[in-house]
């Protein structure tokens, strides 16, 4: 009895000492190589590959074993096999070991090597180190050189990718500078419907003075043609009104003439006190839309009508 359970005691102890081994071992090894990971030969096939994960699995598993790199040994396990069950992933790695291969096989046996050499001829048997190892040093040289070179490009993407990045934004921020200036400004000068209003207004007062008061300017003016044959719009209403009252003229003689005259101008008049008065109303309703420059020059234009 006692020596059943010393012998139990003693095959626990080599289990656990073995699991301990592997996952000291799977630590150790090349991370970027998962054939030195599952502990496999170049040549070994989809199957023994299989196999070979199923027996370390079972070995290091975190619930079977506890370990504190337990876990991550076997994380490492996994992904070895993951990469050598891809045939994507797995092309790739063979590739850069039978370039090692040839490198080796180059160094050995000089100009005269050959590919087609197998593993087990005799000028390979009895190497130091062995053939087989010193292909994956190679291998392990080149993968180095290609991790480096990976992360350097990507250092170089990302380096890239920021000032890029940088130059997005210092557009993106320029251009809501610009629309933000652009809104300011137009802020400051867009016509508005009181606007519209208020220019209205001014025009109609501007027409109706010049009806109301032709007695500012001389009555006995003649009309000047500028220097392009055309005449100002005020003067263009004056030789219409002229024309029209020498057409009463004919019909109804010189005093019908000064009466229908006289109608007009007081018609007139209070038609202008009218719209100065309701100019002033409106002017009060929209002062608030109207921004204080303007309204200071447009204010000086309705005291000068």
């Keep these: 009895m006692a020596s059943t359970e010393l012998d139990y005691a003693i095959k626990k102890s080599a289990n656990d000492l073995a699991k301990e081994l592997e996952v000291e071992r799977i630590m150790s090894a090349f991370k970027l190589n998962p054939y030195d990971i599952l502990d496999l030969p170049l040549s070994a096939t989809e199957t023994d590959v299989k196999k070979q994960y199923r027996k370390k699995s079972l070995l290091i598993h975190p619930d079977k074993f506890k370990h504190e790199k337990g876990l991550e040994a076997f994380d490492f396990l996994k992904k070895a096999h ?3 069950a891809d045939p ?3 092309k790739d790695i063979d590739m850069i070991m039978t370039h090692a291969r040839t490198q080796v096989l180059k160094s050995i046996l000089g100009d005269g090597y050959s590919t087609s050499v197998t593993d087990d001829d005799p000028r390979l048997t009895n190497l130091s180190p062995p053939f087989e190892q010193q292909i994956r040093a190679k291998g392990r040289e080149i993968l180095v050189e290609d991790e480096l ?7 170089l993407a990302y380096s890239n990718e920021g000032a890029e990045k940088a130059r997005a934004e210092a557009e993106v921020a320029a251009r809501k500078r610009k629309v933000e200036e652009q809104a300011k400004w137009e802020g400051c000068n867009t016509i508005t419907m009181p606007h519209i209003i208020f220019y209205f207004l001014i025009t109609r007062i501007e027409y109706v003075a010049d009806t109301c008061f032709p007695f500012f300017s001389s009555q006995n003016d003649e009309m000047t043609v500028s220097k392009t044959g055309e005449t100002s719009r005020r003067k263009r209403r004056r030789r219409e009104r002229r024309t029209i009252c020498m057409c009463w003229d004919k019909k109804w003689g010189a ?10 101008r007081i018609h007139s008049f209070f038609s202008f006190c009218f719209v100065k008065s309701f100019s002033i109303v409106v002017l009060i309703t929209i002062v ?4 204080r420059q303007e309204m200071m020059h447009h204010t000086l234009i309705t005291v000068l009508a």
Aim: without cysteine.
């Design 149 to 155: 070179a990976r992360r350097r490009k990507q250092k």
């Design 88 to 90: 994507a992933k797995r």
């Design 255 to 264: 005093r019908d003439l000064w009466q229908v005259s006289i109608l007009r």
């Design 82 to 84: 993951d990469h050598l």
């Design 288 to 291: 608030v839309n109207i921004p």
